[in-house]
Structures are given as structure tokens and as C-alpha cells.
């Protein structure tokens, strides 16, 4: 069972930046599809950014568009979330997703994905 790993949460101040990063725990992310998803208490699961395998298509949340950069680090063994302007309500607990047959229309939809790390928490004070 591959397990995913998300690292660089933390407590910010709003404006301030964080670059969150996801590995597998037995490969490299190469020739997956890689999802970040976040959820805040009280709140359903929700999309933020997504790449699909090949690296070409990418997608963002309205949300977060112009903000939020995700990238396949050179050796495409982690997917990074370069996340700036940070607003208070991006707090939540962030979650990295990934899978090998997801297909470029279905890159948003959580059902798609097969594996999930445990989640990194991003808190924004105002």
C-alpha cells in the first residue's frame, strides 16, 4: 500500500507564503497524477490544484487561482504546492492525493485519486 507524505504546513501571518511538498513512500511521483485537496473544520473536502501525469495540464480552485503554484520538483519524485498571499480562510488541513489512471477531466474529482497522505495543517492568522 503506497503511502503519501505531506510536509511544510505550519502558522503563517495573512500575506506571508508556504511551499507544502507531497513523496511517496516507495516511488518516485513520476507518471501519477497529483491532487491537493483541504478542509477546514465544519467544511466539505475541497479541490485546490492538481497535475496531471504527464506534467502538462494543470488546474487550480477558483479559490486559489494566481496565487497557488503546483510543480513536479526536476526528478519528479515530489509534487510541491507553492502556495502566496495567504488569506486567513486557506487555513485548513491540506491533503496530497495521487493516481495513475486519472484521466485529464476527472483531475478535480476526489474519487479519482487512489492514494492519500494523512493531511499537512496550514493555519493563516489575520
Known amino acids: 500500500q503506497e503511502q503519501l507524505v505531506e510536509s511544510g504546513g505550519g502558522l503563517v501571518q495573512a500575506g506571508e507564503s508556504l511551499r507544502l511538498s507531497c513523496g511517496a513512500s516507495?516511488?518516485?511521483?513520476?507518471?501519477?497524477?497529483v491532487a491537493w485537496f483541504r478542509q477546514a473544520p465544519g467544511q466539505e473536502r475541497e479541490f485546490v490544484a492538481a497535475?496531471?501525469?504527464?506534467?502538462?495540464?494543470?488546474y487550480y480552485g477558483d479559490s486559489v487561482k494566481g496565487r497557488f503554484t503546483i510543480s513536479r520538483d526536476n526528478g519528479k519524485i515530489t509534487v510541491n504546492l507553492q502556495m502566496t498571499a495567504l488569506r486567513p480562510e486557506d487555513t485548513a488541513r491540506y491533503y496530497c492525493?495521487?493516481?495513475?489512471?486519472?484521466?485529464?477531466?476527472?483531475?478535480?474529482?476526489?474519487?479519482?485519486?487512489?492514494?492519500w497522505g494523512q493531511g499537512t495543517q496550514v493555519t493563516v492568522s489575520s
Open positions: 492525493a495521487s493516481g495513475r489512471r486519472v484521466i485529464t477531466s476527472a483531475l478535480r474529482s476526489q474519487s479519482a485519486y487512489d492514494f
Open positions: 516507495q516511488r518516485s511521483l513520476s507518471g501519477s497524477a
Open positions: 497535475v496531471s501525469r504527464n506534467g502538462d495540464s494543470k
